[in-house]
């Protein structure tokens, strides 16, 4: 017989562990539950539990320490962290000590389900496993990407993921989405971090002197040449050389950095010394690489070298949830030298750029930002004072990309009781921010709707469709309805006549 598997949940709040109890002991797992890191180290040593779901902030040690802490006693160990307080930082912090997976507060319990049979399932497989990674220790400051939202906790896990290991990484996505900062984190939470960074602008610098500036040249090598030149290659030996927009690089500089990758072996122009570095490298695109594979403007050799690993940076029209954070981060920056100057943000003017496309990203938001700080006229930018490049109707707001999409909470998805009491519990979700989640599919269907030429109004739909479950829910007893509606019965009779509503058993709208 198949031994039950075991959950240990961590949190100072005691109503999360009891939501978890009531849930995941019907999937058949046995729940114990810690309120400190102190006591879940104690309960890990103890009892080997085969997951850990633990939340960041706990008084005493918080969810990284303890984490770290986990890894030195159980290497092995499954720990899924859980935080409403999100950082890029914190993230790949928390995939870079092991973490199986970071849960950003509110989720659904249905997602929380898969995840945990998931990792359970990865449990039972691990009992076979023998070799056993340790865990990094090194500690770093916080990166400076901006960004909660789930398309981006993706990329922070896959730089935690990757960033001990010296495989060569391809970043790609639309130019101003932040590749340049991705780099970076990945070199700063590396083996390397002390070691340097060299970044080349490949589309920057003429191809006439890319070679000379990336392998560096010798004396009178030709007629510029008035010194001896160390190139990019030596400049980062046992660091990373971040080559941006690889994707502009000729077919004969592809060549010589295929060699180099390779071997680690090159010559300085005009040179017949065969030098060796020790370099990772770290390229980025905009363009389609598989592309220009096909059109033979691309080394295939050179692509599976390159993409070892693949970081794809999400454009910022797939994460409006992040613009808000961005706008806050770059007001901070520009005034951080001007204390007596002081700006706010209107809603209206944040609302105007969360619904905006961004075609040139966050480089293109932190230049708007920028031009509105140095040019208005109030303490208060307002609407009027964000100048965007196209001031059109802006299209809908888009779903993030799949995967990350927000899932709707609560009452309406078929949940029971205990998982709605779960996930208020560990999202500390309010009645009404389950209603706001459900009205987001509802009210997609209407504006489609509108849009197709339909002309009623949305409230009235809503309404009567209040109006009807109500009367449904009390068997047609409109005082019954009215007390449930929170409206007098007079009110009630109004809406019944306006909607024409027939009542009987049940209720139902004249269409």
Request: hydrophobic residues 40%.
């Amino acid at each position: 017989m198949t031994a039950m598997q075991r959950m240990l949940v961590v949190d100072d709040e005691p109503d999360v562990a009891v939501g978890f109890r009531r849930v995941f002991e019907r999937d058949g797992f046995e729940i114990d539950s810690a309120v400190s890191g102190e006591e879940a180290l104690t309960k890990i040593s103890e009892q080997r539990p085969d997951l850990v779901l633990m939340d960041l902030r706990m008084p005493g040690l918080n969810g990284i320490e303890t984490l770290k802490k986990i890894q030195a006693i159980s290497p092995r160990q499954l720990v899924i962290l859980m935080t409403a307080y999100s950082t890029s930082a914190n993230v790949i912090e928390a995939m870079k000590h092991g973490a199986y997976d970071f849960l950003i507060k509110p989720f659904s319990v249905e997602k929380l389900r898969e995840i945990v049979h998931e990792a359970m399932d990865l449990a039972r497989e691990m009992h076979s496993v023998t070799d056993v990674q340790p865990a990094a220790t090194e500690d770093h400051p916080q990166d400076t990407i901006i960004g909660k939202s789930e398309a981006m906790q993706e990329v922070y896990k896959m730089v935690g993921q990757v960033a001990h290991s010296n495989a060569t990484v391809l970043v790609t996505g639309e130019s101003g989405t932040g590749k340049e900062l991705v780099a970076r984190a990945i070199h700063r939470h590396s083996e390397r971090p002390n070691k340097p960074f060299i970044a080349v602008n490949c589309a920057a610098i003429p191809e006439t002197l890319l070679e000379s500036e990336l392998f560096g040249h010798e004396k009178g090598s030709f007629t510029s040449a008035v010194s001896r030149r160390h190139g990019k290659f030596e400049q980062a030996d046992n660091g990373t050389l971040f080559l941006d927009e690889i994707g502009d690089m000729s077919l004969a500089t592809q060549t010589k950095i295929l060699r180099v990758l390779q071997s680690g072996e090159f010559e300085r122009i005009g040179g017949s010394e065969t030098l060796l570095v020790d370099v990772r490298i770290i390229a980025a695109t905009n363009r389609n690489l598989e592309e220009m594979m096909e059109d033979g403007r691309f080394r295939p050799d050179l692509f599976y070298r390159l993409n070892v690993v693949r970081v794809q940076m999400p454009p910022l029209r797939r994460r409006r949830d992040d613009i808000p954070n961005l706008v806050d981060y770059f007001l901070r920056m520009y005034l951080r030298d001007r204390p007596d100057k002081k700006i706010r943000m209107s809603s209206a003017a944040i609302e105007k750029m969360t619904n905006y496309d961004w075609p040139g990203n966050v480089r293109e938001l932190e230049n708007t930002l920028r031009n509105a700080v140095l040019t208005v006229k109030t303490d208060t930018i307002l609407p009027i004072d964000v100048r965007l490049k196209s001031e059109s109707e802006p299209r809908p707001i888009e779903h993030q990309a799949s995967g990350s999409k927000p899932v709707p909470q609560g009452v309406g998805k078929g949940l029971t009781r205990e998982e709605i009491d779960l996930e208020r519990a560990v999202n500390g979700t309010s009645v009404f921010e389950d209603i706001e989640r459900q009205v987001e599919p509802m009210f997609d269907k209407l504006v489609e709707a509108r849009s197709r030429g339909d002309n009623f109004s949305a409230f009235d739909v809503i309404e009567r469709a209040m109006l009807i479950h109500a009367l449904n829910k009390t068997s047609g007893n409109q005082l019954r309805a009215a007390k449930l509606l929170g409206i007098t019965r007079s009110t009630l009779r109004k809406r019944i006549a306006k909607y024409e509503i027939e009542i009987s058993t049940t209720a139902r709208g004249a269409r």
